[in-house]
């Protein structure tokens, strides 16, 4: 079955400073690779998502994504932290049958 | 629009008490999901449905039934709760396997 591992269940950047959360997924067929973002008390809210063509994604809030398929990689990337960032972060893969998986999160800090 | 609607927010229940947690979607979803969030565990899948009638099981299906009985209601069983079903779970519905949109979740805690 398909699986995401996320690397670093905290990271903490500084406001400005550059925002990378790692993901990394297992799938037997073509992914579709999504990143959720999730505020206190909650549900989680749509960042952005990857299902065919460009491997580069944009999503709201200035964050992208870039699907590496020989990196089996779905890396969260956003240029200048803001304190609004700060939140969990989840990334999931589905292969299509909607049974999506999600990794166990990373939550951001973002110091002022 | 009021998207994906969950009730109750939150719920205490005695082990082996029972309960059904209720999802309600009026998007026109053909697809509906239960999950369990439990910390740094991230999401885990219960059970889904891939429309009106159907029901299938997810990673973590043990103590739990599930009901699709109208196409925008996917109600969750808990026969006998356990003090291991504390968690927050949440509801998702989506058109296919793309974008899924959440509820606000329920806390429910089992003493």
């Known amino acids: 079955a398909q699986s995401v591992t996320q690397l670093g269940s905290h990271v903490s950047v500084s406001e400005g400073a550059l925002v990378l959360l790692r993901c990394n997924y297992s799938?037997?067929?073509?992914?579709?690779l999504f990143w959720y973002v999730q505020y206190p008390n909650q549900g989680l809210q749509l960042l952005l998502k990857?299902?065919?063509?460009?491997?580069l994604v944009k999503g709201i809030n200035g964050f992208e994504a870039e699907f590496k398929k020989s990196e089996t990689s779905f890396h969260l990337t956003k240029p200048s932290a803001h304190m609004s960032d700060a939140a969990e972060y989840f990334c999931?893969?589905?292969?299509?049958?909607?049974?999506?998986?999600f990794g166990a999160g990373t939550r951001l800090t973002v110091k002022p | 629009n009021a998207g994906v609607t969950q009730t109750p927010k939150f719920r205490v229940l005695k082990t082996g008490q029972s309960m059904t947690l209720l999802c309600a979607q009026d998007?026109?979803?053909?697809?509906m999901y239960w999950y369990r969030q439990d910390p740094g565990m991230g999401l885990r899948l219960i059970h889904y449905?891939?429309?009106?009638?159907?029901?299938a099981k997810g990673e973590v299906p043990d103590g739990y039934n599930v009901s699709r009985l109208k196409k925008q209601n996917f109600l969750l069983g808990l026969e006998s709760a356990a003090p291991s079903q504390t968690s927050v779970y949440f509801c998702?519905?989506?058109?296919?396997?793309?974008?899924?949109?959440f509820g606000q979740g329920t806390r429910l805690t089992v003493v």
């Open positions: 998702a519905s989506s058109y296919v396997s793309e974008v899924a949109f």
């Open positions: 990857y299902t065919t063509g460009a491997t």
């Open positions: 799938s037997s067929v073509p992914p579709y």
């Open positions: 999931a893969v589905s292969e299509k049958n909607n049974d999506m998986r």
């Open positions: 449905s891939v429309g009106e009638g159907t029901t």
């Open positions: 998007m026109n979803h053909e697809y």
